[in-house]
C-alpha cells in the first residue's frame, strides 16, 4: 500500500515522503480501516521535526521509531479483529489510531489500523473529509467546553487562537451551549470567527486581550502567545483559564515553559488553572458527530491535499496559521 513514511526528524519535506509498504494487520481488538480522508494536527508536526527537542526523548533523540504519521481518520472498515463485534466490513467510520505520540502505526497510509473503541460510525449527511477533520480538533474542543469547565448560557468565553483547528469548534460549541463567546485572531479571519458564533472578535494584531480591562469566566488559550500570569489577569472572580498550546517557538522546551508556568499558577492558586483532556473514544465521537449532524457545528477546512502532498500539508500545519484544520485526502 502507499504510504508517507518518515525515517528522521526534520522539515517536512525532507523527511516525509512516499513509499510502498505493507499493509496493517488488525489485532483482536483493532480494526482495519481504508483511509478515505485524514488531518493534520499539532502532534503530528511535533513528531516529524522533533521540536520540542526534549519530547525526542519519547522517541529517539535522533530517529523517529515511527515510520507512518498522523491520527485522524475517515474511511471505510475492511477487516475486524476477532474480538469487535460493533462493527463490520463496509461501515463508514471516523476516529483515530492515536496511542501515544509515537505510535506505531499511522493515518497518512492508504490504509491503517485503529482501537475499535477510538472510531465511531460516520454522522449521516457528513463527508469523510470533515469528519476526519473533527476528530482531535472537534473533541478536544467539546471537552474543554463541555466537560473541564461545563459552559453554559450567560458566560463569557474568551478563544485565543479562534480561527485555528481547536479554535473554531471551540468558538461553534460555546456559542452553542449559550456562552457569549469572544474570539482573539489575525484581522483577516475576524469575518469567519464571528460567522462561527462569536459576537466580540479581537484582532491580535491591534489589541491585546489581556490589557482590555474586559473579563472572562473562561479563557482557553490555544496559543499561549502571554505569560500565562498576565492572561489570568483577563480572568473574572471565579474564572477558568484552561492551556492549550506548547508555543511555536523551537528549541529544548519550545512553549513548554509557559505550560509550566500556568501549572504552577494553579498550583499555587492564584488562579484556577485547568488542564482539558481530549479523549478520543466512541462516546466522544458519537457526540461531536451528532453535533455536526445537526449542522451546530461544521468543519473549518483550510485546505485538502492528496495524500501525496502530506509533507507540503504538514509544513503548512508548521507554518502555525491554518485558518480552521488541514486534511489529507485518500484516493477511493
Not at 242 to 264: D, F, T, Y
Not at 266 to 279: C, K, L, Y
Amino acid at each position: 500500500m502507499r504510504a508517507i513514511v518518515q525515517e528522521r526528524y526534520g522539515p517536512p519535506r525532507e523527511v516525509l515522503g512516499l513509499k510502498e509498504i505493507d499493509r496493517p494487520e488488525a489485532g483482536p481488538g483493532d480494526v482495519l480501516v481504508r483511509v478515505r480522508a485524514g488531518s493534520v494536527n499539532t502532534p503530528d508536526w511535533i513528531a516529524v521535526t522533533g521540536v520540542p527537542y526534549v519530547l525526542r526523548l519519547q522517541g529517539g533523540l535522533r530517529k523517529s521509531p515511527n515510520v507512518v504519521r498522523g491520527s485522524d481518520l475517515a474511511g471505510i472498515v475492511e477487516a475486524v479483529g476477532a474480538n469487535v463485534t460493533d462493527l463490520a466490513p463496509g461501515d463508514a467510520v471516523f476516529g483515530s489510531v492515536w496511542t501515544s505520540q509515537f505510535a506505531t502505526a499511522g493515518a497518512f497510509a492508504e490504509y491503517t489500523v485503529a482501537p475499535a473503541a477510538q472510531l465511531a460510525p460516520m454522522p449521516e449527511g457528513v463527508g469523510f473529509e470533515e469528519a476526519a477533520a473533527a476528530v482531535m480538533s472537534g473533541v478536544t474542543a467539546l471537552c474543554a467546553m463541555r466537560d473541564t469547565v461545563e459552559v453554559r448560557k450567560g458566560m463569557k468565553v474568551l478563544v485565543n487562537g479562534a480561527s485555528g483547528g481547536v479554535g473554531t469548534f471551540a468558538v461553534q460549541i460555546a456559542a452553542h451551549y449559550g456562552a457569549e463567546v469572544t474570539g482573539v485572531c489575525s484581522g483577516a479571519n475576524a469575518e469567519l470567527v464571528r460567522e462561527l458564533g462569536a459576537r466580540h472578535v479581537v484582532d491580535y494584531n491591534e489589541d491585546d486581550f489581556t490589557r482590555s480591562g474586559e473579563r472572562y469566566d473562561v479563557i482557553l488559550d490555544n496559543v499561549l502567545n502571554h505569560p500565562p500570569r498576565r492572561t489570568a489577569r483577563a480572568l473574572a472572580p471565579g474564572g477558568v483559564l484552561i492551556p492549550n498550546s506548547i508555543g511555536n517557538s523551537g528549541g529544548l522546551l519550545a512553549g513548554l515553559g509557559r505550560m509550566a508556568g500556568a501549572k504552577l499558577l494553579g498550583m499555587t492558586g492564584r488562579a484556577d488553572v485547568r488542564f482539558s483532556p481530549s479523549v478520543t473514544n466512541r462516546e466522544n465521537l458519537t457526540a461531536i458527530g451528532e453535533l455536526l449532524a445537526s449542522g451546530a457545528v461544521r468543519s473549518v477546512v483550510d485546505r485538502a491535499y492528496p495524500l501525496e502532498e502530506t509533507p507540503a500539508a504538514v509544513a503548512h500545519m508548521f507554518t502555525h496559521r491554518a485558518r480552521g484544520n488541514i486534511v489529507i485526502t485518500v484516493a477511493a
